[in-house]
């Protein structure tokens, strides 16, 4: 069966604290994974990774994917309050049909 | 086990054609979303439920319209399809903050 298990599933730090939230996954005929990140409503789309080893960065932020060992990382440099919030993995697997195989989330908490 | 389902996992319907999209969740929540997933714009909010009957338009709602009779049901309708609504759709359930999704329907509008 397709999994996506994220951990911590949550996390205090304090502002100008790094977190690394991690991401790893089973799934048949891989395809891309993605992580997002949600205060209120709709998750907001953070990266879409595809293929290993391959950083991808904006500002603070940046993630990789080891397609060898199966996970990935999401890092957070210099947390401010406004990380505060639930950070989504979500897998896309499949052939001819695929599917998003969802993780249930990480809660990060960054306090003043 | 926590588990999310949608009625199709792929679609193809023509334009002008009335959609039906079916989500069911077994965990007794009584929030429930629907959203689209296209490439390079992530997730959007079509429409959430909160409750039996109850219903909020999301960040796209046009074009859109949604049904939740009982908790454990939600639907999206599409009226009138059209090309555009070509897209993933993806419907999720959750409690509190932790959203549970479904594995996604993939609808092409010809």
């Known amino acids: 069966e397709d999994k996506v298990v994220q951990s911590p599933l949550s996390l205090v730090v304090h502002e100008g604290d790094t977190v690394t939230l991690n991401c790893s996954y089973e799934?048949?005929?891989?395809?891309?994974l993605l992580w997002y990140k949600q205060e209120k409503k709709a998750p907001t789309f953070l990266f879409m990774l595809?293929?290993?080893?391959i950083e991808k960065k904006s500002g603070r932020l940046s993630s990789i994917l080891d397609k060898k060992e199966l996970f990935s990382i999401l890092n957070i440099t210099a947390t401010q309050t406004g990380d505060s919030a639930v950070y989504l993995c979500?897998?896309?697997?499949?052939?001819?049909?695929?599917?998003?195989?969802f993780g249930t989330g990480t809660r990060l908490k960054v306090l003043a | 086990d926590v588990k999310v389902t949608q009625s199709s996992r792929y679609l193809v319907k023509r334009t002008g054609e009335k959609v039906f999209l079916e989500c069911v969740q077994d965990?007794?929540?009584?929030?429930m979303f629907w959203y689209r997933q296209d490439p390079g714009l992530g997730l959007r909010l079509i429409y959430f439920s909160y409750d039996v009957k109850m219903k909020e338009k999301g960040d796209i709602p046009e074009g859109y319209s949604v049904s939740r009779e009982k908790k454990e049901r939600f639907s999206l309708i599409l009226e009138s399809a059209s090309t555009n609504q070509t897209s993933m759709y993806l419907c999720?359930?959750?409690?509190?903050?932790?959203?549970?999704f479904g594995p996604g329907t993939r609808l092409l509008v010809l």
């Open positions: 799934v048949t005929n891989f395809r891309s």
């Open positions: 965990m007794d929540h009584e929030n």
């Open positions: 979500a897998v896309e697997a499949g052939s001819g049909t695929y599917k998003y195989i």
């Open positions: 595809t293929s290993s080893g």
């Open positions: 999720a359930s959750s409690l509190q903050e932790t959203q549970y």
